[in-house]
């Protein structure tokens, strides 16, 4: 496998959003040469002023790099970018590796996977969990299927955008785990939503609240960092409603092909649809509280 370094490895990024750019600011502070590519090239813009190279298509991104990333939203946007006739395998060269960081189904992981052997390259599919703060603080977990020897070759680069990375097994399997790391979130979000209803319909300051429990055996990530937000009435996206409705759904879509009964997610699902009817799609999955205590 290639050896990674900043001044001979070329890395390329297609999706710069909440977390991409984040993550992707890591890799240019690190000394990486960076392509990049979003679909509104205005996201772009600080990236660029750092002296990242702006493409105009997922394949222009391939052609000047060794290893293309890539952080969209929908599996659609994954196919696309990745597969497509401008998408990044087109312009890939022989034994480059593309790393799809978007929560997606883990078929089409597997699909990609194949796509890319076809074509002498590598695929790795490396979802991942922190939110914003995760991608902002280079926190974040990384859960990684594909070839073991293409994993442990990445490293140098995993080290820069996360807290945790583990490999998983072959391709498919970081978005299986993924997938179980969405349905303890589910059950959690909607945990948090009725504990905080109780704690004001009952007449307790929720802040005083919040610093008993969130030190105990009730204590996670989202408590700590969500109810926060949630008491400020700050429902800014630090993953997408729309976002989580999709992983829920594919969550689903597993579990009915694995003959598996998910109440506390069909729950869950049920709730951040009603929230999408709300006209909170683009809001963070925070705002569950309002339809919990609406």
């Known amino acids: 496998m290639m050896n990674i370094h900043p001044e001979s490895t070329r890395l390329g990024w297609i999706g710069t959003g909440v977390m991409g750019r984040s993550m992707c600011t890591h890799l240019l502070k690190a000394g990486y040469a960076l392509s990049v590519y979003n679909r509104s090239s205005e996201k772009t813009d600080s990236l660029v002023q750092l002296g990242a190279r702006r493409c105009e298509t997922p394949a222009q991104v391939a052609e000047h790099s060794d290893i293309v990333f890539s952080m969209v939203g929908y599996p659609s946007d994954v196919e696309q970018v990745l597969l497509g006739e401008h998408g990044a395998l087109k312009g890939l060269r022989t034994g480059g590796i593309l790393v799809d960081m978007t929560t997606s189904r883990p078929a089409l992981a597997e699909a990609i996977y194949e796509a890319a052997k076809s074509s002498e390259c590598h695929s790795l599919d490396a979802p991942v969990s922190g939110g914003d703060i995760g991608a902002r603080e280079a926190r974040l977990s990384i859960m990684v299927g594909g070839d073991r020897e293409v994993f ?17 097994g072959p391709a498919g399997c970081g978005q299986h785990t993924k997938m179980v790391n969405q349905i303890l979130i589910a059950s959690s979000m909607v945990g948090l939503c009725e504990a905080l209803l109780y704690a004001t319909r009952s007449g307790l300051n929720p802040h005083t609240v919040l610093e008993s429990v969130s030190s105990g055996a009730a204590g996670s990530w989202s408590l700590s960092n969500l109810t926060p937000r949630i008491l ?40 951040y649809r009603k929230l ?19």
Do not use: C
């Not at 442990?152 to 490999?167: A, I, R």
């Not at 009435?233 to 997408?240: I, M, N, Q, T």
């Not at 579990?255 to 709730?271: H, N, S, T, Y």
């Not at 999408?276 to 609406?294: E, I, P, R, Y």
């Open 152 to 168: 442990e070759s990445l490293e140098p680069l995993w080290k820069l955008m996360g807290k945790t990375y583990v490999y998983q």
């Open 232 to 271: 400020k009435e700050d429902y800014s996206p630090g993953f997408f409603v729309d976002h989580f409705v999709k992983d829920l759904g594919i969550v689903l879509e597993e579990a009915a092909r694995m003959q598996v009964k998910l109440p506390g997610v069909e729950l869950a699902i049920e709730l």
């Open 276 to 294: 999408q009817g709300m006209g909170h799609g683009s809001s963070g999955t925070q705002a569950l509280w309002l339809a919990v205590n609406g």
